[in-house]
């Protein structure tokens, strides 16, 4: 290759490192109304609350949040016993809930459900154990759920069984409950 070519190389280079420059640029000015999340509330610990009616049997029982590490007052709100967390800010929220499950019986349905305004809002998460006498007694959860709050919904997050199986929380070591909101 000649001397012009070796220039004309080096424009094309030149050239096509500009455009990919260029391209970065306008794609990050672009993106800033991208959705991002604020995390507003952490507990570290989770236990089985039977205080509230009719949330109050060993097959029916609603989370009580314990070892608060984040709580930001201007998102949500704890009441109840800490079984209720009002979502004080308009908009769309995140609930992140790992948990362990101990007592299972074989052949059961068990529901973790998410309680808006006292209904079902969803399942956080549902679990069969197996039918054989060697099915496990214990199991995690590691699941999610999108609500939307006006401003005044509360949640509850509500463990239930139909069939009259009592079931629990297992170490606090393996559970965690977060809420973030999320903003745009």
């Not at 109050?56 to 949040?65: C, G, H, K, Y």
Request: proline residues 1%.
């Amino acid at each position: 290759m000649g001397k012009a070519g070796t220039v004309f190389g080096l424009i094309g280079i030149i050239l096509g490192a500009g455009g990919i420059a260029f391209g970065f640029f306008n794609m990050n000015s672009q993106n800033n109304n991208l959705t991002q999340s604020i995390v507003v509330g952490i507990w570290d610990g989770l236990a089985v609350n039977l205080d509230f009616t009719p949330h109050n049997s060993n097959d029916d029982w609603l989370i009580e949040f314990e070892f608060n590490k984040l709580n930001n007052t201007d998102y949500i709100s704890v009441s109840n016993n800490n079984t209720r967390i009002t979502l004080l800010k308009t908009g769309w929220y995140r609930i992140q809930l790992s948990m362990f499950l101990n007592y299972l019986d074989p052949d059961t349905q068990y529901y973790i459900k998410l309680l808006k305004d006292g209904l079902t809002e969803g399942h956080i998460h549902f679990y069969e154990t197996e039918t054989s006498s060697t099915a496990s007694s214990y199991y995690y959860i590691d699941s999610s759920e999108f609500v939307y709050s006006d401003g005044t919904n509360y949640i509850e997050i509500n463990g239930f069984s139909y069939t009259d199986n009592s079931f629990s929380i297992g170490s606090d070591i393996y559970n965690q409950f977060k809420i973030e909101y999320i903003a745009t």
